[in-house]
């Protein structure tokens, strides 16, 4: 089945600590995306990456970063430094790093708390 | 900047009742309009598009919505709902400027509709 995973589906940790969140994707597509979630306030982005080994910030990069050392994977750490990391978080792809006329595929998420 | 309001947080319906989920979006120029559903438990889905053409789009599970320029609307209906339609309901809007890079996807904040068998 092709699709996007996202590992773990429920993560705690303790602040201070970093985290990373995982995303992989089987469907040869070229763009990733990372969004955050919270109520009431819909996906914001967070980084996004057109190609391989290239990413760019999004609207709300601070106390994130990421990479994307293969195609099919584009790992989030969520870092001490971010200062109210405890949200729902989502990876998507894209057939190509251009919106237009490109649907975003979206993952099933993560929900991070931090303790 | 771009953004994108919804009209109601949460809406609770009875079956076969009709559906209409407001979405307003701030943008001068060309844009491309999306409806994404979130089920319960599943992941986020393209429910359907407006990039060009009829401002009438039909999509997926009989919901269709209307681009209303002078407006800037981009209303969700159903006329007769369901309770597998219960869900979350997000209006995305991107606006088409100058292709100098990758122009974003903004979302607006989610309605969350309960149909009650």
């Known amino acids: 089945d092709g699709g996007i995973t996202q590992s773990p589906k429920y993560l705690f940790r303790k602040e201070g600590q970093n985290v990373t969140l995982s995303c992989e994707q089987n469907?040869?597509?070229?763009?990733m995306y990372w969004y955050r979630q919270d109520p009431g306030q819909g996906l914001r982005l967070i980084y996004y990456?057109?190609?391989?080994?290239?990413?760019q910030k999004g609207d709300i990069a601070e106390g994130y970063s990421v990479s994307r050392e293969k195609k099919e994977s584009f790992p989030l750490t969520v870092t001490s430094a971010q200062k109210n990391p405890t949200a729902f978080y989502l990876c998507?792809?894209?057939?190509?790093?251009?919106?237009?006329?490109?649907?975003?595929?979206f993952g099933p998420g993560t929900r991070l708390t931090v303790l | 900047a771009q953004s994108v309001s919804q009209h109601n947080h949460h809406v609770i319906l009875s079956e076969a009742a009709s559906l209409e989920l407001g979405c307003n979006y701030s943008?001068?120029?060309?844009?491309?309009l999306f409806w994404y559903v979130q089920y319960p438990g599943q992941h986020l889905q393209l429910l359907l598009k407006?990039?060009?053409?009829?401002?009438l789009v039909k999509g997926i599970k009989g919901f269709e919505a209307e681009f209303i320029k002078s407006k800037f609307s981009f209303n969700l209906r159903k006329p007769s709902v369901q309770w597998s339609d219960t869900a979350e309901y997000f209006c995305?809007?991107?606006?088409?400027?100058?292709?100098?890079?990758?122009?974003?996807?903004?979302f607006g904040p989610g309605t969350s509709l309960s149909v009650i068998p």
């Open positions: 943008y001068g120029g060309t844009v491309n």
């Open positions: 998507a792809s894209s057939i190509s790093g251009g919106w237009v006329y490109n649907e975003q595929f």
């Open positions: 995305a809007v991107n606006g088409v400027g100058k292709k100098t890079s990758y122009d974003k996807v903004i």
């Open positions: 469907l040869n597509h070229d763009a």
């Open positions: 407006y990039f060009s053409g009829d401002p």
């Open positions: 990456s057109q190609i391989v080994n290239d990413f």
